[in-house]
Nanobody, 115 residues
Framework: QVQLVESGGGLVQAGGSLRLSCAAS????????MGWYRQAPGKQRELVAG???????NYADSVKGRFTASRDNAKNTVYLQMNSLKPEDTSVYYC?????????WGRGIQVTVSS
């Protein structure tokens, strides 16, 4: 059974930084991509950043230039470096893994940015 465990969230002031980590465990035969989504209260879940096994990445327009996704394929771990955080980045962040023809999700981790 595949499990995704997120870490690194918390409370930070506007302009600050946080680094999220997500480690995947279990048997995974083929990982296509890993990434991060977020969902704020009353809003739909949205893609923040994704990165393929080949290293190609894509970002939501709202985070381009501020967030950077990276991967350690040997550890099945994906990271999200978040800089210049804004109050509107406040959300629950979910790790996602696309592999073996399905999506896997972490439980989510809270990121709160105070103004």
């Amino acid at each position: 059974q595949v499990q995704l465990v997120e870490s690194g969230g918390g409370l930070v002031q506007a302009g600050g930084s946080l680094r999220l980590s997500c480690a995947a465990s279990g048997t995974i035969f083929s990982i296509i991509a890993m990434g991060w989504y977020r969902q704020a209260p009353g809003k739909q879940r949205e893609l923040v950043a994704g990165i393929t096994s080949g290293g190609n990445s894509n970002y939501a327009d709202s985070v381009k230039g501020r967030f950077t996704a990276s991967r350690d394929n040997a550890k099945n771990t994906v990271y999200l470096q978040m800089n210049s955080l804004k109050p509107e980045d406040t959300s629950v962040y979910y790790c996602n893994l696309l592999g073996d023809y399905r999506d896997y999700w972490g439980r989510g981790i809270q990121v709160t940015v105070s103004s």
